[in-house]
């Protein structure tokens, strides 16, 4: 049975065959690898993109969707997150994908009876694999390469998922990156990682720049009564002041949601040197590719 739980499980082969699967199927491949196969969706954080494109990707698949929804379900009523997913399990789903805010929440499901595969939508500040291909997709499809290239990763790094798949997967394929942000966040880990520039260095010298929302459900209670959003854009935001500074080819990246004023300006959202809208169409070829390499792997 085949899982698809972080980046650093895949080697860079599976990552390509992952990109290439993507570009055909966004190149019009059709695939029905889902006819008969129930897939349920059990996203116990908010989620806007990652839900709405694995079930856009699994319907173009041929995927029946199974209905769940964390807040109507009976996990209300004290039925743990286990039981909840060996009962989807039992009803006869044959794919989960599942996002929870606590890190390696699979395990415990691993290391239990479950008995279908797992993809991960992002567990807690740990992996986001989906967004990381997605991410990777949408610069080869820029650069026609994915080594050789500066990727500079602004913001709140020591509390996302998207930072951390992304850095580690950026170190094993050989790219350089770097960071950019509050000193706090810039944590032991992406110290081993890259090192810290300013905004603007990291504006004129990388060949993607990729920024991070504040992630104020993760802050503690002071670290969000300190917080100024009018300082933290001047600081670190990106700006059109700041977009003119960067590569003519570079590319400016953001895996939403965007907090608009906040670490990025209005205006920036969709500049030319903008890819974020395209990210999200990338995400759901990607979420195509995956929901057919696991049912592929299924037993
Ligand atoms: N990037 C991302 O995971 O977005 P959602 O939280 O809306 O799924």
């Not at 990552?15 to 993507?22: C, F, G, H, P, S």
């Not at 290391?111 to 610069?139: K, V, W």
Request: with cysteine.
């Amino acid at each position: 049975m085949k899982n698809i739980l972080s980046m650093s499980q895949l080697s860079n082969q599976e990552v390509q065959d992952y990109l290439n699967a993507a570009l055909e199927f966004k190149n019009g491949r059709q695939s029905t690898i889902g006819q008969g196969k129930f897939a349920v969706n059990m996203f116990f954080e908010n989620s806007t993109r990652t839900k709405s494109s694995f079930q856009v990707a699994g319907i173009k698949e041929r995927v029946c969707r199974s209905g769940f929804d964390a807040e109507k379900s009976s996990t209300k009523k004290g039925r743990t997150f286990y039981d909840t997913c060996r009962t989807l399990e039992s009803v006869g789903a044959d794919l989960a994908v599942i996002r929870h805010s606590q890190d390696e929440y699979y395990n415990e499901l691993l290391n239990r009876n479950f008995g279908i595969p797992i993809i991960n939508a992002g567990d807690g500040a740990g992996q986001h694999p989906s967004q990381s291909l997605l991410d990777l997709m949408t610069i080869y499809e820029h650069f026609g390469r994915l080594d050789g290239l500066k990727v500079g990763i602004i913001g709140d790094l020591s509390h996302s998922r998207v930072a951390h798949s992304d850095a580690e997967y950026r170190t094993q394929l050989g790219s350089e990156v770097y960071f950019g942000g509050l000193n706090s966040w810039y944590t032991s880990e992406f110290q081993a990682m890259g090192p810290h520039k300013t905004v603007d260095d990291l504006c004129k010298e990388m060949d993607v720049v990729m920024l991070l929302r504040v992630q104020h459900e993760r802050l503690s209670a002071e670290e969000n009564q300190d917080f100024s959003k009018a300082d933290y854009f001047e600081k670190y935001g990106l700006d059109m002041r700041r977009v003119n500074l960067m590569k003519p080819d570079a590319m400016l990246m953001h895996p939403a949601p965007v907090n608009r004023g906040v670490e990025i300006a209005d205006d920036v959202v969709e500049c030319d040197k903008s890819y974020i809208f395209k990210q999200m169409i990338n995400g759901t070829f990607v979420r195509m590719a995956m929901i057919e390499s696991v049912l592929k792997g299924a037993k």
